[in-house]
């Protein structure tokens, strides 16, 4: 017998009040007894012997002498969870209820069970049967007398039909119980992701307004400055560069926010392990923003419970990232009162690590807006954007920074009453990364320590296929003292430093002709051993890497910080294998302030603004001749550019040139190439577009 007739259930309740019937039921379908009729009839038939005991299903029976015993015994088995599948039903049964009201009853109690009502056709006719029970697919007769074989055969296609309707509603059941769990999955789902929808729907109002509102400052300020040059005092003039530098830093910001965010949410944040003094990085932080704090009359400290460690083994950078964002944050809401910055050491598990708490006595958080608060654009509430600014990236980054350093982010907040937002990272790790530090992850202080250092006489070529680029920086460095020689791609910088001594080279990775990459590769194989820097609009990692391992001594991203590139030229200049070629006087060294002030620079700025409408137009005509290509090394042109005089927003728009050009996507070219159009009326009035 097989496993499916073992789950079958063969039970069938016999209702006759005839003793000799039951008798007659037993023998005909009990297939163990001796006495076998279904065979007797085959053997006569084939003149087969009969097999002693022929196989067959097995068939539970159980008996009742009256109709309403049946229905007792049918309600009691049915509440332990032991119904019937059959019953056959004799239709008189004096002195008590007749066959079609058992029928009736049984039905109350199991409308799925099959019956076969036994009766002579002489008892009720047909329509009375019919109008009496209703019976639709349950119900056969069997007209008296009966023998063995018809038994047989209802039994076993009776009781299969049972099973099979039984089987059928428990498949329905559980589809519908998927269904409508996978139905509410699914409202669950379309619910988070209208949230998620919405949360980034704000988010990108909120980043529109925060990179147009320096933009505003950049380009009025800007243009200010091109048309009345000449009626501008020095003072005014140097105030009016402030603000565009402050503005397009802002901006620089928000994109690096945005870059971040992007390797945590891929978990490509790269993390880079060595010593450094957590006092120190702590120390920076508050003097960084201290004067942020003192314009609201802020108290900013810092406390060490116990003694601050001299050296942890964790990423320096990485970590004053998350605790600058974690001050600031904390002294952007809080109006009176102040902020502290509480460090320790903890021990435990085998392990070391650093906790710094950032506690402010500012608006709180509820416990509500305490469950999303780390999430990717969201503020506690929007009612907190609209007051207090910023994209909603800082804290959800801020996490990300903390795990990747081996820790967590928490906070604890009551509204009106305060936050304490506590980092816990890992303070030492046995297998500590190389230093292999570039300039991208230097220490803030390094400009500021190294800008002074003098370049006098010091030999820098400088290949960039921009002009202005160039230009820019030729005039920055040779204010500090170097002579400079250019070059316009890598072909003709390889063969200018392969011809003469130069003690620098800074080398744009996108060119014509020959790009950097090769151009590095191809001088080292010619042994050539100077520091080489590399300048690229491509701020990823991967990119750093590709530079690094091609040959670059350093890495530099665009727009360039004219301070920032001083700083890295005379940190690697400093350096033993660099002396100069010639002799040199030390002079004072200008800052890019002083430079920017300057005629040069202001001269330099107004001939990139007019020559933005010539761009312009070849960007048109690229785009005319659906020529890709040559649009994205247009958007990479201006990405690199752009932000380097300030107009942070053609940085903005070259990069997306950049990428819709890469990515094959013409569609979206036309809007961008208008939104170039109109910058470039505004920079350049009277030398707009045709």
């Not at 945005?258 to 957590?278: F, N, V």
């Not at 001299?310 to 001050?327: K, P």
């Not at 003292?481 to 003469?500: K, T």
Request: proline content about 4%.
């Amino acid at each position: 017998m097989n496993e499916l007739e073992e789950m079958m259930n063969r039970r069938i309740l016999i209702v006759d009040d005839n003793g000799d019937i039951h008798g007659d039921y037993q023998c005909a379908l009990n297939y163990e007894s001796d006495e076998d009729p279904l065979g007797e009839l085959e053997a006569a038939l084939f003149g087969e012997e009969r097999s002693a005991k022929p196989c067959g299903p097995r068939f539970e029976l159980v008996h009742a002498h009256q109709g309403q015993e049946g229905v007792d015994l049918l309600q009691r088995e049915a509440e332990r969870g032991r119904p019937f599948s059959l019953a056959f039903v004799d239709m008189r049964m004096p002195p008590g209820w007749d066959g079609l009201r058992t029928i009736r009853e049984a039905w109350r109690v199991d409308p799925q069970l099959q019956v076969v009502l036994c009766t002579a056709f002489s008892d009720y006719s047909w329509e009375q049967i019919l109008a009496a029970t209703t019976p639709g697919d349950r119900l056969l007769i069997l007209k008296k007398p009966f023998d063995a074989v018809e038994i047989r055969q209802l039994a076993l296609s009776l009781t299969t039909k049972w099973n099979l309707g039984r089987a059928a509603d428990r498949s329905q059941k559980e589809l519908e119980s998927a269904i409508e769990q996978r139905t509410a999955e699914l409202r669950l789902a379309k619910e988070t992701a209208d949230r998620a929808s919405r949360s980034k729907s704000e988010f990108l109002a909120n980043v529109s307004h925060e990179i147009r509102t320096p933009l505003t400052a950049i380009i009025g300020f800007t243009k200010l400055l091109i048309d009345g040059f000449d009626r501008l005092s020095p003072e005014e003039r140097l105030h009016y560069l402030e603000i565009v530098q402050s503005s397009a830093e802002h901006q620089l910001a928000i994109i690096n926010d945005l870059l971040d965010l992007s390797k945590a949410e891929a978990g490509r944040l790269q993390i880079h392990r060595a010593e450094c003094c957590p006092r120190r990085i702590v120390d920076e932080t508050i003097k960084t923003l201290g004067r942020l704090a003192a314009e609201k009359k802020l108290s900013l400290e810092s406390i060490w419970l116990g003694r601050a460690p001299e050296s942890i083994c964790t990423d320096a950078a990485r970590l004053r990232q998350l605790l600058i964002n974690l001050v600031g944050n904390a002294i952007k809401f809080t109006s009176s009162g102040g902020v502290q910055v509480v460090g320790q050491m903890l021990e435990g598990g085998g392990r070391a690590r650093l906790k710094l708490d950032v506690v402010d006595t500012g608006i709180g958080i509820s416990a509500e807006q305490q469950q999303t608060i780390f999430d990717p654009f969201v503020q506690a509430d929007s009612s907190i954007t609209r007051q207090y600014g910023g994209t909603g990236l800082g804290l959800a980054i801020s996490r990300s920074i903390a795990q990747a350093l081996g820790g967590e982010l928490t906070v604890t907040s009551r509204l009106g009453a305060g936050s304490t937002f506590s980092a816990v990272v890992d303070a030492e790790n046995p297998t500590v990364d190389p230093p292999t530090q570039t300039s991208e992850n230097a220490p803030p202080g390094l400009a500021a320590d190294l800008s002074a250092a003098s370049l006098a006489s010091r030999r820098i070529l400088v290949v960039e296929d921009n002009p202005f680029n160039r230009k820019l920086i030729k005039l920055s460095l040779e204010r500090l003292g170097a002579e400079i020689e250019l070059a316009e791609n890598g072909q003709a910088g390889v063969d200018r430093a392969l011809a003469g001594a130069f003690d620098l080279i800074l080398l744009d990775m996108q060119m014509p002709v020959m790009d950097g990459l090769t151009a590095v590769k191809l001088l080292r194989e010619k042994k050539y051993r100077q520091p080489i820097v590399a300048l690229t609009a491509h701020a990823l990692d991967e990119e750093r890497d590709r530079c690094l391992a091609a040959g670059c001594t350093d890495f530099l991203t665009k727009p360039i910080d004219l301070d920032h590139l001083a700083a890295v030229v005379g940190k690697l200049l400093a350096q033993p294998h660099s002396a100069p070629c010639r002799g040199a006087e030390s002079q004072p060294a200008p800052n890019a302030c002083e430079l920017e002030e300057s005629d040069e620079f202001a001269q330099l700025a107004k001939e990139y603004a007019a020559s933005l409408s010539e761009v312009a137009s070849r960007a048109r005509q690229a785009a005319a001749e659906r020529d890709l290509a040559c649009l994205a090394a247009i958007g990479h042109n201006l990405k690199g550019s752009g932000g380097t005089f300030g107009f942070a927003e053609l940085t903005e728009i070259g990069g997306r040139l950049e990428r819709l050009g890469a990515g094959q996507e013409f569609a979206r070219v036309a809007k961008v190439l208008d939104e170039l159009s109109d910058i470039v009326e505004r920079l350049a009035p009277g030398v707009g577009l045709r």
